[in-house]
């Protein structure tokens, strides 16, 4: 089995592209003492910001995340880079100019717009509106109000370029969690970071997708761990820390850690808490 990281003599420092809520910056640590010592290929079914895999830098893996703007995204930033960074290098800081390119997706027009260019108004509206807060409505418009900031970097060149580098190495696809089982084989490494099972109403933050995630969703994926367990693939998967998870993942290893949340709709539920790390090694 190969190794996990980068074949890369010199790995450059390299970290998400976008804010995405449950992103893993803050547990960076926690996940990676806990991987397993080699594998052949890392797969990440929700892969949102990303942060595990640009830190991991891994030699081959998968990503996939039922969010179509965001995988457009990451295959942009994989293929075109440059033309993204210009594109981005457009844009203006600006009340105004963000509830105009928010709307831009109300408009029949937008479905018109070159894939360039809807990567670089999704991480224009990242980087620009309330908390960073990804979220649509029912109909799949982004819906984020306009975010008050000093100065926000809207284009990090280097940052990005490094990023890219690091996907040139990956397969991208979108899908739900549930595409990766046909393609699983010996020596695959599944990282699991779903929607986490909510503890109140105000941490239920499902909305990347106008299809959320439900219980339902919590467990099919459950279900699918098992059957990956039963293969011998090894998994490690992130959730809350709630009665649901405890209950169902109790015959893997179940451990609880101390995570830092920055996105939330209300600032008094930001901060620590505390969540669950499982794996089946």
Avoid at 34 to 56: C, D, H, N
Avoid at 84 to 113: C, M, P, Q, T
Avoid at 222 to 237: A, H, N, Q, T, V
């Amino acid at each position: 089995m190969g190794s996990t990281k980068s074949g890369d003599h010199n790995p450059r420092s390299c970290r998400p592209f976008l804010k995405w809520a449950g992103g893993k910056a803050q547990l960076l640590d926690e996940l990676q003492r806990r991987l397993p010592k080699k594998m052949e290929r890392y797969i990440e079914p929700f892969v949102g910001g990303g942060a595990l895999l640009f830190s991991l830098q891994p030699q081959k893996a998968l990503i996939i995340d039922i969010n179509a703007e965001l995988i457009n995204a990451y295959k942009i930033v994989k293929h075109d880079v440059e033309s993204l960074i210009k594109s981005l290098r457009r844009h203006v800081y600006e009340e105004d100019y963000y509830y105009s390119l928010r709307n831009a997706d109300r408009s029949k027009g937008f479905n018109r717009w070159t894939s360039v260019r809807k990567a670089s108004r999704l991480i224009y509206l990242n980087k620009t509106c309330f908390n960073g807060l990804y979220r649509v409505n029912s109909k799949g418009l982004f819906n984020v109000p306009f975010g008050r900031y000093t100065n926000p970097t809207i284009v990090d060149a280097e940052n990005l370029r490094n990023c890219s580098r690091i996907l040139k190495r990956v397969q991208i696809r979108q899908g739900s969690f549930e595409i990766i089982e046909p393609q699983i084989r010996s020596g695959d490494f599944v990282y699991f970071d779903p929607p986490y099972v909510p503890l109140n109403s105000t941490s239920y933050f499902t909305a990347y997708d106008r299809h959320g995630f439900d219980l339902k969703m919590q467990e099919a994926l459950f279900e699918l761990c098992c059957r990956l367990d039963k293969k011998g693939i090894p998994f490690m998967l992130s959730n809350s820390y709630s009665s649901f998870v405890k209950s169902r993942y109790k015959k893997f290893r179940v451990e609880l850690v101390e995570a830092t949340r920055a996105v939330n709709s209300k600032s008094d539920a930001r901060g620590k808490i505390n969540e669950l790390i499982i794996r089946n090694y």
